[in-house]
């Protein structure tokens, strides 16, 4: 039973009170900032790996969505468990498995090690990430002030998209690779020791078991998908294998739909897309995500490989993107009242779109200040999209249910992401394997040296330095062309999905926001 002192007090009650839940506030955002702040700084030493651990581009792909696929298949059963059991613990227990796995991925040895550790992250993240926004959602009961709180909370994720890379290239200035997962563990200690005593808890009561059914058929299916796509440039996409994990991968997630719809306690609402507020913002996130992620695993590549920045110079040369997003994201609560939900959410893909499309341009005499324009326009396209559509998701549903919306939208965010990196690198990759074949040809490399440079543009470029003179200087001049080419083949994957979004936004998002304020029966108040 909710004892009247457990309950927070509305918007508009005393100052104390109204000041507790805004510094409550920038203390999730402090540790939502790990989860951003890790993939942006991944992002930065990709390159390295290549160089440290003779990573392949495949393996980076699978170094960047282990993490991810683990993330996006565990949101739905934590948030549930976060209804369940309390948003606060479930919150904290997932600072502490972060900050383990974070420790592991500092000292792998190998790149196999370092994509089972990121896995390992990825089940701390998926509990951190819904529980956050909703104890902001259970916190802010007025539409207005859930409004700028989320806003706030986007524009975390831009700062931690800003600060990654700059922190990246500090730590790799000065110390090993392994540096920047570890650099995790101090915000974590910081974190907690600011949660205990300033978040508040908040559970729903009588709130039903895990989907652990569901969990399970999410992530094969989704693993599976990504498998497919993943390897499929260095399998043959028309290969028996790959087309087998594929088709296998769909089967598993319709089953999944088909659980879900017939489960007494599911883990996705399949009830809740019967709102068009929530059933055509999750995918517009989504199709942000896919353009966001998948943009900035080729772009580190590029400024470092193609461009040839050091890792810190790579950082600030992101900051443009990174930038654009901490600045709009809070901004995009102002638009949502001028023009609406619809027209924000499908401005920020159109920019997004229109960004992506002007990278795309690129060949190998562009230098860094011809995608400086594109990079500003994906940024301004995800702060105004993010936050709306996120926003958007949170206020149609229950609050009651709100670890189960929260996770939804950060299930699609997350799954967006997985399919960008995954469909975006393996068409790079694919582009860039027969280019490179088709230029070799005549050339009669040893097959040593072929692997290599089919591995990677950091590969090629290793084995054009071994080589030196005309020839070295040949091979990297085709395996620069060979991965522009594909890099732009790549990103207009992601103008097709920012299209398709902004489509989506247009057709069925509803123009202006609703939500509910005061707490459904069954839910136990913030305390």
Known sequence: MTRAADTLPRAGAGEPDASRRWVALAVLCLSLLIVTLDNTVLNVVLPVLVRDLQATSTELQWVVDAYVIVFAGLLLAAGSVADRVGR???????????????????????????????ASMGIGGAMIMPSTLSIITAMFRDPGERQRAIGLWAGTSGVGVALGPIIGGLLLAHFWWGSVFLINVPIVVIALALSIPLVPNSRKLNAPAPDLAGTVLSIAGLGLVLWAIIEAP?????????????????VVLVA???????????????????DRAFSAAVPSVAMVTFGLFGALFVLTQYLQFSLGFTPLETGIRVLPAAGAVAVFAPVSALLVRAIGTKLTVAAGLAFIA???????????????????????????????????ATA????SVPLSDSGIGSATNGAFMQVGGALGVAVVGSLLNTRYQDDMRAALAPHHVPHEAMTAILGSLGGALEVAQRAGGAAGAMLAQFARTAFI???????????????????IALAALPSWPHGRHEPPDGEENPR
Request: net charge positive; no cysteine; charged share 10%.
């Open 88 to 118: 606060k613990r479930t919150f904290l227990a997932g600072l502490v498995i972060f900050a383990a796995g974070s420790t592991w991925a500092a000292f792998s040895g190998s790149v196999g090690m370092l994509i089972a550790a990121r």
């Open 485 to 503: 080419s594909g890099m732009d083949l790549g990103l207009r994957a992601g103008v097709a999905a920012g299209i398709v979004g902004a489509v």
């Open 234 to 250: 260095v399998r043959g996409w028309s290969s028996a294998r790959v087309i087998g994990a594929g088709s296998a991968g769909v």
């Open 392 to 395: 958007s998701v949170m206020g």
């Open 256 to 274: 999944f739909i088909a659980w879900e719809r017939a489960s007494s306690h599911p883990m996705l609402n399949l009830n809740f897309f019967r």
């Open 354 to 388: 229109g960004g992506l499309w002007q990278i795309s341009g690129a060949t190998v005499a562009t230098t860094y200040a011809g995608t400086v324009a594109g990079m500003i326009m994906l940024g301004v396209g995800a702060g105004l999209a993010i936050p709306s």
